[in-house]
């Protein structure tokens, strides 16, 4: 479906896997209950960012409390200015019972679609 998926393995053998922004367009069309997530900073979110996101800064201290209050079952692609944090965010997602988790590779910086 989403292509050529690579699979990051946490510490935990917790997996989740990487797309590109063609990829993730392509899924969003497919799955109307996708959700996306921002893991930036508050002032980089309304800098501007993909439509429809949730902004869940990965930085803060309460990220964890924040992603233990989302429903483990929906698939969830994360994303931040280049590809780092949102790595960072999806480990720690999937570390922690996530099981359908995609990180946007190069970020916001290689998406090709409009920003809100």
Known sequence: MLGKLFKIFGGSGAAYASVNAGELQEALKKDKK??????????EFQSGHIAKSKNI???AP?????IESLDKTKT??????????SARACKIMAKNGFENVYNLKGGVMGWNGKLV
Do not use: E, H, T
């Open 57 to 59: 800064n990965v930085m």
């Open 76 to 85: 969830y692609y994360v994303y931040c200015r280049s590809g780092m944090r």
């Open 34 to 43: 996708a959700q996306l997530i921002d893991v930036r900073s508050p002032g």
């Open 62 to 66: 309460g990220f964890k409390s924040q």
